[in-house]
């Protein structure tokens, strides 16, 4: 192949060719969508900003009760809504208390507590979402449950999670996820999250072949932290890898 294409073209500009198409086709192959939970909360200043830096898509999937209770919550939720490189998305309103077995016992209140998020949020059906505590997927094309819990409690809840998909929400998951300690500061170092991530596009399997859903929360990227920093170094790493960065609009094939 190289030696009849070299023979018609020229082998300099067979090669440039042959680079070409192996980036473009890597980029397309391997897309991330880079995902922020819990916002606002301290942090979400410096996601918004790297995310305007680096000109890259992202969803953040917010609490209600946040927006209401933390220091320049509405602020920041204006902000981020601002942003077209931006998707906010409902996280619900209260974060289940951070019981979610007790939260999911009650498929009326769950579906309810996602609505009201929504006006908090003052966000529209299709609402983009992600429920507390469960990496579940329910979008038109895609469907995948929580492997972290037993059948007997899938059983409980299979049915809030379609329940609120039908009220007109599109529920994501996640592939993977950069992890934090209990005070919120990362676990990863971001070359050490760099290699894990290109491990599993050579043999990981996602809810979507070729497109990794990466999770991270706010607070990982306050200033103690030198999140901004952090987050940045990511971006321009995976950049350099040749990833592409996907918005979760485009996520599924039939979504709007
Ligand atoms: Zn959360």
Redesign the pocket.
């Known amino acids: 192949m190289n030696r009849l294409w070299n023979a018609l073209f020229g082998s300099a500009l067979a090669g440039a060719m042959l680079a070409a198409c192996a980036v473009g086709a890597s980029a397309a192959d391997r897309t991330i969508f880079l995902t922020f939970?819990?916002g606002p909360l301290p942090g979400t200043k410096n996601v918004l900003s790297v995310l305007s830096q680096e000109n890259v898509p992202a969803a953040m999937?917010m609490?209600g009760l946040h927006v209401e209770t933390i220091p320049n919550g509405q602020d920041l939720l204006a902000e981020a809504k601002s942003m077209s490189l931006v998707t906010v998305g409902n996280?619900s309103y209260n974060?289940a208390n951070n019981r979610y077995r007790r939260f999911y016992a009650n498929t009326k209140a769950v579906v309810a507590d996602m609505l009201h998020a929504n006006q908090v949020l003052g966000l529209t059906p299709i609402v983009h979402a992600?429920l507390?505590?469960r990496d579940v997927f329910r979008l038109p094309t895609v469907s995948r449950e929580d492997l972290s819990i037993n059948v007997a409690q899938w059983e409980r809840e299979w049915l809030d999670y379609e329940l609120v998909a039908e009220a007109g929400f599109y529920l994501y998951g996640w592939d993977f996820e950069w992890v934090h300690s209990d005070d919120g500061k990362p676990v990863q170092s971001v070359d050490r999250l760099v290699s894990e991530i290109d491990h599993l596009f050579q043999y990981g399997r996602f809810a979507q072949p070729g497109k990794m859903i990466l999770l991270m929360?706010d607070e990982m990227f306050q200033d103690q932290f030198d999140g901004q920093g952090k987050l940045q170094s990511l971006i321009q790493k995976l950049k350099q890898r040749g990833y592409a960065f996907g918005d979760i609009r485009s996520y599924a094939p039939s979504n709007p």
Do not use: I, L
Request: hydrophobic letters at 20%; proline letters at 10%; aromatic letters at 10%.
């Open positions: 939970d819990d999937f609490v996280h974060h992600r507390p505590g929360h």
